[in-house]
C-alpha cells in the first residue's frame, strides 16, 4: 500500500515540476526605474476562454486597462500576452514572470502529501526494526567456547 502511494507521489511530483512554470505564466510583473507595470491573464471560469489580458501601471496612479479579450480562441490571451511582454522589454523594461496562488498552493499540497509519507514510512520502519530487535532478542544464540 505504502508503495503504490510512494509511486503515485512520486508520479504527481515529477509531473508537475517537469512541466516549466511558464506553462502556468499567467501574470508578469514589469520595472523600469521606480515604474512597476503588471500584465496578467484573468479568467472567470477554468476554462481557457473566455480571458482577458489586463495592464495595469502599479506605481503611475492610472486605471487598470484590457488591452484583449478572447472568447473562443484558447490560445489568443497567451500569445496577446507574451507579445507586449515582449515589447515592454524591447523598450527597457525588465520583467518577470509571477506564480499564480493557484501553483503555490499546489505545490504546498504535494509537499505536505510527501512528508506524510516519509512520515509514514519512517514508522514503519520504526515498527520493523522493534520487530527484529524483538526476534533478535528471542533467539537462541549458541555458546562459543
Not at 39 to 48: D, G, M, N
Not at 92 to 97: T, Y
Amino acid at each position: 500500500m505504502m508503495n503504490l502511494i510512494n509511486r503515485t507521489l512520486q508520479i504527481l511530483a515529477v509531473a508537475l515540476l517537469a512541466t516549466p512554470l511558464s506553462a502556468y505564466a499567467e501574470s508578469w510583473s514589469c520595472s523600469h526605474g521606480n515604474d512597476v507595470r503588471e500584465v496578467h491573464i484573468e479568467r472567470t471560469t477554468s476554462s481557457p476562454v473566455p480571458c482577458n489580458v489586463v495592464y495595469k501601471k502599479q506605481t503611475e496612479g492610472v486605471e487598470d486597462q484590457i488591452l484583449w479579450n478572447a472568447t473562443s480562441d484558447d490560445s489568443y490571451c497567451e500569445e496577446k500576452a507574451q507579445g507586449f511582454i515582449a515589447k515592454l522589454e524591447s523598450w527597457g523594461w525588465v520583467c518577470a514572470e509571477t506564480v499564480s496562488d493557484e501553483v503555490i498552493e499546489v505545490v504546498e499540497e504535494v509537499e505536505v502529501i510527501e512528508e506524510v509519507v516519509v512520515v509514514e514510512e519512517e514508522v514503519v520502519v520504526e515498527e520493523t526494526t522493534a520487530t527484529e530487535a524483538g526476534n533478535n532478542s528471542t533467539e537462541e544464540v549458541p555458546a562459543t567456547e
